[in-house]
């Protein structure tokens, strides 16, 4: 049986990370893989009773994961709606092309702190279109906030899908994380950034002649975008305080304040006609979420919880451990291996080879993890969502990527690992 489902999940995991040659959509391959894995687990354990107490047991954590997300997802939507995150990148304003890729830079790595990776680099990757004229120059400015985004998202709890994934499996707390691996996540930054920048010198911004005005674009007053965008984000940081006040799961959190940004929304929007208000409602909001995305993670988590179960990711973990021998190195691999497939399955399936009996909260390999896993996407543009959102709207070549941009991606990367394991050997 094991081999059975080792050979489904193999077939699946290859779909997934050939999903732009083969052009069948990765959630369709995630759900699939899942339903066949499931299938076979009832049919041929022959328990039919543990089967379903496994599989129930699975769905609570999986449905904790999704509600979060869809939560944040809707959030975001309606921030952006509002033109909220328009707050933030008015203020970047330099002449110099130097001075910019810093501003644009650090605006990127604390906002995907609280957002999201994805979302950040949609945002300023948009942006970056708006303020420079040179195609070969927004290209690396992409491609610098693709690592901006990824190493901003690594040390928040929310601010990338397989830390969310650790937070609320509880493998690690949100202060712990923020406190270990927010300066790996600044050297991971900081090192391709002071590189970048200086061969960049002396150049000035040319922005494109035909940029509209930007008072044309909005649609929504001042007071309205400060509101949703300082309401918002405040929502999203508060989750993990509402965790450890509460001890209730973070979508409650994200929930109850979709309420009251719901709530806020519509006294906000009152006295305007259904048509003036109809795009920036939570309604409107929850049609434009990414729902592909959700029915991916839902695939893929059922899909490794049945290597879980059947013990597979233990027998792995262990076989690791006795031919690599070095844990430090086994998550450095995963990180590096997260450039070529997807991180959230690689996650996943880690969360499955190492239990919390013997790998505790909060423990070196778990933080580790979310390091690797979260940055080491931004050696290859497919490696992350964040890369691949650049890609699509900068219509960034893989090979341009891959020479001008990995070995920056690849050295900070080395360099924040290098930094958390001197980090944890002083602290």
Not at 19 to 28: D, L, M, V
Not at 107 to 115: G, N, Q, Y
Not at 164 to 185: D, N, V, Y
Not at 256 to 275: A, M, N, R
């Amino acid at each position: 049986m094991n081999t059975i489902l080792a050979i489904i999940f193999c077939v699946t995991y290859a779909a997934i990370a050939f999903e732009h040659p083969i052009k069948i959509n990765k959630s369709a391959s995630a759900l699939l893989g899942a339903g066949l894995l499931w299938t076979v687990f009832a049919v041929m354990s022959g328990q039919g009773s543990v089967t379903n107490e496994h599989l129930a047991e699975t769905l609570v954590g999986t449905a904790q994961i999704v509600f979060f997300l869809m939560g944040a997802m809707t959030i975001v939507e309606v921030i952006d709606a509002h033109d909220g995150f328009h707050v933030v990148t008015s203020r970047i304003k330099t002449h110099n092309l130097a001075t910019l890729m810093w501003l644009v830079c650090i605006v990127t790595f604390f906002l995907s702190a609280v957002l999201d990776n994805l979302t950040t680099a949609i945002v300023m990757v948009s942006l970056v279109k708006k303020l420079i004229d040179s195609r070969q120059q927004r290209l690396l400015f992409a491609g610098m906030i693709v690592i901006a985004a990824n190493a901003g998202g690594a040390w928040s709890p929310i601010g990338d899908v397989t830390t969310t994934m650790l937070w609320i499996g509880g493998q690690i707390t949100a202060s712990s994380i923020i406190f270990a691996l927010f300066i790996p996540s600044v050297v991971n930054l900081l090192v391709p950034l002071t590189i970048i920048s200086a061969s960049l010198q002396g150049q000035q911004v040319v922005t494109p002649i035909n940029l509209q005005d930007e008072d044309q674009v909005h649609n929504t007053s001042d007071r309205e975008r400060n509101i949703m965008f300082f309401l918002g984000l405040g929502v999203l940081i508060a989750v993990p305080a509402f965790k450890t006040i509460t001890h209730l799961p973070p979508f409650m959190g994200v929930l109850l304040g979709l309420g009251l940004l719901w709530l806020v929304g519509d006294l906000l929007h009152k006295d305007k006609t259904d048509e003036e208000k109809d795009h920036l409602n939570l309604t409107s909001a929850l049609n434009r979420i990414d729902m592909a995305s959700i029915v991916f993670f839902i695939g893929i988590l059922l899909a490794v919880a049945t290597l879980e179960h059947s013990h597979i990711l233990p027998s792995l973990a262990n076989w690791l451990n006795e031919t690599i021998g070095r844990q430090d190195l086994i998550v450095l691999l995963i990180g590096i291996i997260s450039a070529i497939v997807d991180n959230v399955p690689l996650v996943a399936a880690s969360i499955g080879m190492y239990s919390l009996e013997q790998n505790l909260p909060d423990s070196f390999l778990w933080h580790f993890l979310a390091y690797c896993a979260g940055t080491g996407g931004s050696i290859l543009i497919i490696g992350s969502a964040a890369g691949v959102a650049a890609m699509g709207l900068e219509r960034i070549d893989f090979v341009w990527y891959l020479k001008k941009i990995s070995w920056l991606a690849f050295i900070g990367y080395l360099a924040g690992a290098l930094t958390y394991i001197v980090q944890i050997s002083i602290f």
